[in-house]
């Protein structure tokens, strides 16, 4: 997503935009009036005027009001679209998981199980049927849009990934199998380190998804183990490739396969040239700013 577009977002939240349950006639008339000066003032051609309309769009969203916020969306999308569909794509998919599906996870009591956190999340699709279905249309949208961005770019990818989060079972699945069709076939004409990078980032979120969910561990393994062969066609010293393996050595113990872990361990030692533990994982820095890694 555009990063100017990422600013209007976090400078609604911090306006405390009220959500569609509470809705702010009040912050919706701000909001046009700020538009419409904005229009006044810069004109359509101004570098700043789609990220005015997602604004607007947003506030849309969260007060209720769909039919004006796919509007408003709607001009966004044909700003970004001649600006590139990786914009387009990105913005799209931005928007769907954002926006339009509700963020469920601020309102999921801490400490809950699997199995409650699974009930209360079926229980949160089916109070919002209607913006999770705006959402996978909208999805779908970009992902027809997605083949036309370049492979060293995440967002080919994204729309596939986030409509395996939403959809059913049966539909995820689907997806998922199209996905992996679609990355086995980049793969063969990944010319860069860019997109093996991407490839196997891609690859490496899928694993995860997997690793969580009961009775799919040995899937998870073999796509982790998919992206191990997609980092490890990048140069021997590459910073990604090399932060990689150690994840990966982290990942393996997670899961309780020491065997994998070990085995990844003698790739990074072979690489670097070195048996050495503090060289092979380097102690993280704690970063000053914030106090974490």
């Known amino acids: 997503m555009d990063k ?11 306006l405390g935009v009220a959500p569609a349950a509470n809705a702010d006639q009040k912050a919706v008339q701000q909001a046009e009036e700020q538009l419409k000066a904005f229009e006044k003032r810069s004109g359509p051609n101004h570098a700043h005027y789609g990220a005015e309309l997602y604004s607007m769009a947003t506030v849309y969203q969260r007060n209720g009001e769909r039919k004006k916020a796919d509007a408003m969306f709607r001009r966004v999308m044909e700003l970004e679209r001649k600006r590139g569909y990786n914009y387009l794509v990105g913005t799209m998919n931005s928007w769907a998981t954002d926006f339009l599906i509700p963020q469920f996870n601020d309102s999921l009591p801490r400490g809950s199980s699997r199995e409650e956190t699974e ?13 999770l279905k705006r959402a996978i249309e909208v999805l779908k949208e970009a992902k027809g849009y997605a083949s036309h961005v370049s492979i060293n770019d995440r967002n080919r990818y994204a729309p596939s990934l986030s409509l395996i989060t939403y959809l059913d079972k049966a539909g995820g699945e689907a997806e998922e199998k199209a996905l992996l069709n679609q990355i086995h076939k980049d793969s063969a004409a990944a010319g860069t380190a860019e997109a093996r990078r991407n490839l196997a980032m891609t690859l490496d ?20 183990e998919e992206a191990l062969v997609q980092w490890n066609k990048l140069p021997k010293k590459d910073a990604f490739r090399l932060r990689a393996l150690r994840q990966s050595v982290s990942w393996f113990q997670l899961v309780k396969r020491e065997d994998l872990a070990e085995k990844q361990t003698r790739v990074l030692s072979a690489l670097l040239g070195t048996t050495d533990r503090d060289k092979l994982f380097p102690p993280i820095r704690e970063c000053l700013a914030c106090g974490r890694g």
């Open 205 to 224: 979120t899928l694993a995860d998804r997997h690793r969580v969910k009961p009775g799919e561990l040995q899937t998870a393994i073999r796509l982790k």
């Open 4 to 14: 100017r577009l990422i600013a209007c977002a976090l400078t609604l939240a911090s």
């Open 119 to 131: 009930r209360f999340m079926l229980r949160e699709k089916e109070a919002h049927k209607q913006d």
